[in-house]
C-alpha cells in the first residue's frame, strides 16, 4: 500500500550570512567606480529571492510474518530524503526523530544524512521530526509531524510479507531571501536538491564552491539506497507524463461519450420517423 500527501511551507525567518562571506569580500580586489557601480546595479535585480527545497517525509514497513513476535510484527524505516533521493546535506544539518516514550532512547538525532532511523514494533503513534538548516540559510527550525503507519487500508484482506506498506508525505519548504548573498548562492548551485529562482538578465552567478567531502555526499544521496525501489517519485517530468496520459484517457472516453451519443440520437431519430409513418 503507498499513501502520499503534498504541501507547501515557508520558513520566515531571514538567513544570516556566514562568516566565511565577510573574509572573502575582504579579501576581493578593489574594483573601479564603473565596475562597482555596474555590479551593484545587477544585485539590485536580485530582490526577494524565494528558494524552495522539495522534501518527501514518511516510513516503509515490512509485516515479519505469523511467527513473528506479538510485540515485534513489523520492521519499520521513518526517514527524510530528496524528492528525488538527492542528498539535502547541504540544506539540512541535523534532524531530530522523538519517538514513542516506550522506545529506549526515544530522541534520535541524526547529523548526517540519510536522515533515517529503524525500528521494530508492533504499534502506530505520531513522530514528531524536526529539522535544523544551516546557518546562511535559516536559523528557525522546522517541525514535522508523521503518523507511522504499519498497517494497510483495508484491514480486512489478508497481510503479506512481501508487501510492504509505504506512507509519503511531500512538502516544498520556502525560503525567502530578501537579498541573497553571493557565498550561499555559489555554495547550493550545485545542489539539485535547492531550486533557484530563474535569474534576471545579466545576473551571472558566482563559481560554484567545490564540494569538500565527496564521500559524506555520496552517503546522503539516496538513489541507491536499497528502499529506493519503493520509494515513490515526485519528479516533475514524472508528473507531467502521468497528466498526459490522464489527458490521452479523458480524451478517448469523450470521444467514447460522443459515439455513444450519436448512437442515441440516431436510434431516436429513426423511432420518431417510424412513429410518423
Not at 530522541?107 to 535544523?132: C, N, Y
Not at 544551516?134 to 517541525?143: E, Q, Y
Not at 563559481?207 to 552517503?219: H, I, L, N, Y
Not at 478517448?252 to 459515439?259: P, V
Request: aromatic fraction near 8%.
Amino acid at each position: 500500500m503507498i499513501n502520499s500527501s503534498s504541501s507547501k511551507k515557508q520558513v520566515s525567518d531571514q538567513p544570516s550570512e556566514t562568516s566565511g562571506s565577510a573574509s572573502q569580500s575582504q579579501q576581493r580586489p578593489k574594483m573601479s567606480k564603473t565596475e562597482d557601480s555596474e555590479k551593484k546595479n545587477v544585485n539590485k535585480k536580485l530582490k526577494d529571492v524565494e528558494i524552495s527545497v522539495p522534501i518527501v517525509y514518511g516510513n516503509v514497513a515490512f509485516w515479519l510474518g505469523k511467527k513473528a513476535s506479538e510485540y515485534q510484527s513489523h520492521k519499520w524505516t521513518v526517514y527524510v530524503r530528496g524528492a528525488t533521493n538527492e542528498d539535502l546535506g547541504s540544506v539540512i544539518k541535523r534532524v531530530v526523530f522523538q519517538l514513542h516514550s516506550s522506545f529506549n532512547n526515544p530522541t534520535r538525532v541524526l547529523d548526517s544524512p540519510p536522515f533515517e532511523i529503524s525500528e521494530s514494533g508492533w504499534g502506530e503513534f505520531e513522530i514528531a521530526i524536526t529539522l535544523f538548516f544551516h546557518n546562511d540559510l535559516c536559523d528557525k527550525p522546522l517541525n514535522l509531524f508523521h503518523h507511522l503507519k504499519l498497517y494497510p487500508e483495508d484491514e480486512s484482506g489478508p497481510m503479506s510479507t512481501k508487501k510492504p506498506v509505504v506512507v509519503e508525505s511531500y512538502d516544498e519548504i520556502v525560503f525567502p531571501f530578501p537579498e541573497p548573498s553571493e557565498s550561499f548562492l555559489a555554495r547550493v548551485q550545485n545542489y539539485p536538491a535547492v531550486t533557484l529562482p530563474r535569474l534576471p538578465a545579466g545576473f551571472t552567478l558566482p563559481a560554484p564552491v567545490p564540494t569538500e567531502d565527496t564521500s559524506r555526499k555520496k552517503r546522503g544521496d539516496t538513489k541507491d539506497h536499497p528502499l529506493n525501489q519503493l520509494f515513490m517519485n515526485f519528479s516533475e517530468a514524472d508528473e507531467l507524463l502521468q497528466l498526459a496520459a490522464a489527458r490521452q484517457q479523458v480524451q478517448a472516453h469523450i470521444a467514447k461519450l460522443k459515439r455513444q451519443i450519436s448512437l442515441i440520437d440516431g436510434q431516436q431519430q429513426q423511432l420518431r420517423t417510424t412513429s410518423d409513418q
